[in-house]
């Protein structure tokens, strides 16, 4: 009797487990908003992680390098895994490590990764990479700096701007000789995901209204869906103002009078221009920057997405966007007190003291403001461990720096 019920409820757990399952294949490619991973960034050893460095081409080493120095001066708990991508290499191998580390470690901070082949089988690597991560949304925040030369002031608005799909897609081909067509992509799905992002972003976040960019009067199925399905998840969120504006209208607003924006919803193109228009507006290309968000991985990199090739080696670019971006990967890591520390230091560094590169108007180097922010981060400095199991004096060692 007893092994007839054994019997049965076995039968009964491996029915259910029948019905349940789901494939590796089946959970990335019938349901794409899951993945079949399980959820990263986690700590590791003690409570650092291991992030992956893409330093990309132009002046991203330098930089980089710069991120890595004010790291280990402020005893930052992060160690980076560093992969090169060679920008004149046909082959993959490269992109295909970098995926690999990022899934590995599930948080990257980026420069921008040129792809310089034009052949048809060569696929942009920024764009690819994104797709592959599952990437949906970046987010650019622009808060104008007190004192830096700008066309505007005061200004504050957020960029959500669609990763994966749109023009971006690429997909084209040549359907007659001289014919090219280009495939935009839209879907509602994404388009919901990203919608419901945008507006749970300003709720969270004390914003008021959400603006949605499109060309839904000339595009009417692509951006039409789009637009309607932003509207459709506005309804969800009564609390948050809704409007929407043309995408040609938009850039005029935004050169015009860039007050009336709080949360600008939008497609890829639209928001890659938007987000162009609007740093040249405050302060230009080297001062903000972008977070993109997946499932479960990150990417942070400068907003704009330059790669400064014509200044690279010069000592003359302006660093201060890819260590926002380094302050967004730590306070995406839970690391806010370091995060607070280096952001307060960048920040006094150009509001407070003015040490502003040529592309601010101003005459210091790169080194000149990196120096400046060390100074502001010893100056934080207040107290430091030293090791129980050694006499020696390690309060030079910043590693063991407390800040306030």
Same mark, same amino acid.
């Given at each position: 009797?007893a092994?007839?019920?054994?019997?049965?409820?076995?039968?009964?757990?491996?029915?259910?487990?029948?019905?349940?399952?789901?494939?590796?294949?089946?959970?990335q490619?019938?349901?794409?908003?899951?993945?079949?991973?399980?959820?990263?960034?986690?700590?590791?050893?003690?409570?650092?992680?291991?992030?992956?460095?893409?330093?990309?081409?132009?002046?991203?080493?330098e !930089?980089?390098?710069?991120?890595?120095?004010?790291?280990?001066?402020?005893?930052?708990?992060?160690?980076?895994?560093?992969?090169?991508?060679?920008?004149?290499?046909?082959?993959?191998?490269?992109?295909?490590?970098?995926i690999?580390?990022?899934k590995?470690?599930?948080?990257?901070?980026?420069g921008?990764?040129?792809?310089?082949s034009?052949?048809?089988?060569?696929?942009?690597?920024n764009?690819?990479?994104?797709?592959?991560?599952? *990437?949906?949304?970046?987010?650019?925040?622009?808060?104008?700096?007190?004192?830096v030369?700008?066309?505007?002031k005061?200004?504050?608005?957020?960029?959500?701007?669609?990763?994966?799909?749109?023009?971006?897609?690429?997909?084209?081909?040549?359907?007659?000789s001289?014919?090219?067509?280009?495939?935009?992509?839209?879907?509602?799905?994404?388009?919901?995901?990203?919608? /419901?992002f945008?507006?749970?972003y300003? /709720?969270?976040?004390?914003?008021?209204?959400?603006?949605?960019?499109?060309?839904?009067n000339i595009?009417?199925?692509?951006?039409?869906?789009?637009?309607?399905?932003?509207?459709?998840?506005?309804?969800?969120?009564?609390?948050?103002?809704?409007?929407?504006?043309?995408?040609?209208?938009?850039?005029?607003? !935004?050169?015009?009078r860039?007050?009336?924006?709080?949360?600008?919803?939008?497609?890829n *193109?639209?928001?890659?221009?938007?987000?162009?228009?609007?740093?040249?507006l405050?302060?230009?290309?080297?001062?903000?920057?972008?977070?993109?968000?997946?499932?479960?991985?990150?990417?942070?990199?400068?907003?704009?997405?330059?790669?400064?090739?014509?200044?690279?080696?010069?000592?003359?670019?302006?660093?201060?966007?890819?260590?926002?971006?380094?302050?967004?990967? !730590?306070?995406?890591?839970?690391?806010?007190?370091?995060?607070?520390?280096?952001e307060?230091?960048?920040?006094?560094?150009?509001?407070?003291?003015?040490?502003?590169?040529a592309? !601010?108007?101003?005459?210091?180097?790169?080194?000149?403001?990196?120096?400046?922010?060390?100074?502001?981060?010893?100056e934080?400095?207040?107290?430091?461990?030293?090791?129980?199991?050694?006499?020696?004096?390690?309060?030079?060692?910043?590693?063991?720096?407390?800040?306030?």
């Amino acid at each position: 009797m007893a092994l007839r019920i054994l019997k049965q409820s076995n039968c009964a757990v491996l029915q259910a487990l029948k019905r349940n399952y789901c494939s590796a294949f089946e959970l990335q490619h019938k349901n794409p908003v899951q993945k079949a991973i399980p959820k990263i960034p986690k700590a590791q050893y003690g409570g650092r992680h291991t992030v992956t460095m893409l330093p990309g081409g132009g002046i991203g080493s330098e !930089l980089m390098n710069y991120v890595r120095e004010i790291f280990r001066y402020a005893g930052v708990p992060v160690d980076f895994e560093v992969l090169d991508i060679d920008p004149n290499s046909e082959s993959n191998d490269d992109w295909d490590n970098a995926i690999t580390s990022i899934k590995r470690n599930g948080v990257a901070i980026k420069g921008n990764i040129e792809t310089k082949s034009e052949q048809i089988g060569i696929i942009s690597r920024n764009v690819a990479l994104r797709n592959e991560l599952g *990437l949906y949304v970046n987010v650019l925040h622009c808060k104008s700096y007190p004192g830096v030369r700008c066309h505007h002031k005061d200004v504050d608005l957020v960029v959500v701007r669609q990763n994966t799909e749109g023009e971006y897609a690429m997909l084209e081909h040549e359907s007659v000789s001289g014919v090219v067509e280009s495939l935009k992509i839209i879907t509602v799905e994404a388009s919901e995901r990203l919608a /419901r992002f945008a507006f749970n972003y300003a /709720r969270t976040n004390g914003r008021k209204k959400v603006t949605t960019i499109h060309k839904a009067n000339i595009m009417k199925l692509s951006d039409g869906c789009f637009l309607e399905t932003s509207r459709r998840i506005a309804k969800e969120f009564p609390d948050i103002k809704h409007d929407d504006m043309i995408i040609d209208n938009t850039c005029m607003q !935004l050169v015009a009078r860039p007050a009336q924006f709080d949360v600008l919803l939008t497609t890829n *193109l639209y928001g890659s221009i938007t987000s162009n228009v609007i740093c040249g507006l405050i302060g230009g290309a080297g001062l903000y920057s972008g977070r993109n968000y997946g499932d479960h991985y990150a990417v942070f990199e400068p907003g704009t997405r330059n790669t400064g090739t014509s200044i690279a080696g010069k000592n003359i670019c302006n660093p201060f966007a890819m260590l926002n971006a380094s302050v967004d990967m !730590l306070n995406h890591l839970g690391h806010t007190q370091h995060a607070q520390a280096i952001e307060a230091a960048i920040y006094d560094t150009i509001v407070v003291d003015k040490i502003h590169t040529a592309d !601010l108007g101003g005459t210091a180097s790169t080194t000149d403001c990196i120096q400046n922010v060390l100074k502001h981060l010893a100056e934080k400095h207040v107290s430091w461990h030293t090791s129980v199991e050694s006499e020696e004096d390690e309060s030079d060692n910043p590693a063991f720096w407390r800040f306030a």
